[in-house]
Each structure stands twice: as structure tokens, then as C-alpha cells.
């Protein structure tokens, strides 16, 4: 048997050629200016000494600093109200019946806000340095009042569902017992 001569392999497909061969960059003869702050990538000479001229920022004082923290920590703050109105929406859609969904959603009403009391200091530990200690407890303090109003909607959740002893009960052992209205003996006659 002959052999047959070794063929050429098929050229490769164009998209192959075109990824291998980038466009060559088109020449300056445009009329059209470049952006403002755009800088060519083919001369880094040029490219590093634009960089140098730019200036630098200069580092916040530690006055700016302590204002922003304060902002940061006001915002922190007021969180826990901001979302009263729509755990207030949740809870009223959720009825008042002893569901597994409207237990589920005291529940986490109750635990948010009584975890936020417990960690205030650790939430509010970054934002503290000397600058900010003395207008710090300013905002712990409404922190905790925002979670305080948080777990009164909880409560007003609890009463609505009927479980508050609010109301006189045959259960309670210091109350006596009712007469019930088919045994009442009425005083005129």
C-alpha cells in the first residue's frame, strides 16, 4: 500500500485569527478630543506623568472624622424605626388568630429588638473615640428607645392575639369564681 502524503491541517476559523490578531489601534487624526480625564493606555511615559500631576487628597482631620462617625452612628440609630411600619403592617395582616405564621412573626418581633438591647454598647463600640464619647449616649439612648417602641408593637401584638392576662379570667387564682347568669338570683322581683 501507498502511503498517502501527510496533508495540511485546515485553517482555523476566522473568530480564532481575530481573537489572536487584535485591532490595531487607529491613528490621532480624528477630530474628535478625547473625554475629559481620559487617559491613552499606549504612552505610560506620559500616562505616569499625568498621574503625578493629579493632586492627591489630603487625609481627613480627625474633627471630619468624628462628624462622620456621629452621622454613621445616628443612622444606626434610627434603624430599628424604620422598620416599624412595616413590621406594624405585617403584624395587623397577620390576624390575631393562634397561627404557626403569626406566632412565628411575634416571635422575631420580640427577639430584634431584645437582642439590640443587649448588644448596644457592642453596636455602638466603632463609632467610639474620644471626640464622640461625650455625644455618644445621645444616641444609645434613642437606640434604645427605638427598640423599646419596637417591643411595644410586640406587646400590642400580644394583647390583640388574647394572650395579655389583661382581663378578669376564670383562671386566675385571686379572683373569685363567676356565677354564671342561669344561677344568678336577681335582687327585685
Do not use: H
Not at 500500500?1 to 487624526?29: C, E, F, G, T
Not at 477630530?31 to 493632586?55: D, F, H, M, Q, W
Not at 448588644?119 to 473615640?129: D, G, I, K, L, Q
Not at 417602641?149 to 392576662?165: F, Q, R, S, T, Y
Request: net charge positive; hydrophobic share 40%; aromatic share 8%.
Amino acid at each position: 500500500m501507498a502511503k498517502n502524503p501527510p496533508s495540511k491541517p485546515p485553517p482555523p476559523p476566522q473568530w480564532v485569527i481575530d481573537l489572536n490578531n487584535p485591532p490595531r489601534p487607529k491613528s490621532k487624526n480624528t477630530s474628535i478630543a478625547n473625554p475629559p480625564g481620559y487617559i491613552e493606555a499606549a504612552s505610560s511615559g506620559k500616562r505616569s506623568a499625568v498621574l503625578s500631576k493629579t493632586p492627591a487628597r489630603k487625609p481627613p482631620t480627625t474633627a471630619e472624622t468624628d462628624t462622620l462617625k456621629l452621622k454613621k452612628s445616628w443612622e444606626l440609630a434610627i434603624a430599628p424605626a424604620k422598620a416599624l411600619p412595616m413590621n406594624a403592617i405585617m403584624m395587623y395582616m397577620s390576624g390575631n388568630s393562634l397561627q404557626i405564621f403569626s406566632i412565628m412573626m411575634v416571635f422575631m418581633l420580640f427577639k430584634n429588638p431584645i437582642q439590640g438591647l443587649l448588644s448596644t454598647n457592642e453596636v455602638f463600640r466603632r463609632f467610639e473615640t474620644e471626640g464622640t464619647k461625650n455625644q455618644l449616649w445621645l444616641v444609645k439612648a434613642c437606640y434604645v428607645l427605638m427598640n423599646c417602641v419596637a417591643l411595644a408593637l410586640g406587646v400590642w401584638k400580644v394583647n390583640g392575639m388574647g394572650l395579655l392576662p389583661t382581663t378578669r379570667s376564670d383562671w386566675l387564682a385571686w379572683e373569685t369564681e363567676r356565677v354564671p347568669l342561669e344561677r344568678a338570683v336577681f335582687a327585685f322581683r
